[in-house]
């Protein structure tokens, strides 16, 4: 069965940061990309950031380059984002993606919603005074 489970959601100050969180089971990393999504009330779902195993790329939507860090552990099956500087507009629900990969061995970061396979159930994220 395959899990993908966020957490380190919450409250933080304008300017704050958040670590969150992804633990990913019943997949390969090797095999699978993961992507950071967020989902703000009455929005669609954006990319924020997106990590390949296989080669170590790794992509940022404009909206948060040089204030979020995406990370992971293989051996750990974790991914952390590391959100620094944030702002009341990074407000949202975020998730964890799981996409498989090309058989071809490449790697493969879409930073839209529609080829995931897999999805976490969100954390909240709330900045704000």
């Known amino acids: 069965q395959v899990q993908l489970v966020e957490s380190g959601g919450g409250l933080v100050q304008p300017g704050g940061s958040l670590r969150l969180s992804c633990v990913v089971s019943?997949?390969?990393?090797?095999?699978?990309?993961i992507g950071w999504f967020r989902q703000a009330p009455g929005k669609e779902r954006e990319g924020v950031s997106c990590?390949?195993?296989?080669?170590?790329?790794?992509y940022y939507g404009d909206f948060v380059k040089g204030r979020f860090t995406i990370s992971g552990d293989n051996a750990k099956n974790t991914i952390i984002l590391q959100m620094n500087s944030l702002k009341p507009e990074d407000t949202a629900v975020y998730y964890c993606?799981?996409?498989?990969?090309?058989?071809?061995?490449?790697?493969?970061?879409?930073?839209?919603?529609?080829?995931?396979?897999?999805w976490g159930q969100g954390t909240q994220v709330t900045v704000s005074s």
């Open positions: 993606g799981a996409v498989q990969q090309p058989d071809d061995g490449s790697s493969w970061l879409p930073y839209f919603p529609d080829p995931y396979n897999y």
């Open positions: 990590i390949s195993f296989r080669d170590g790329s790794t």
């Open positions: 019943g997949i390969s990393l090797e095999e699978f990309s």
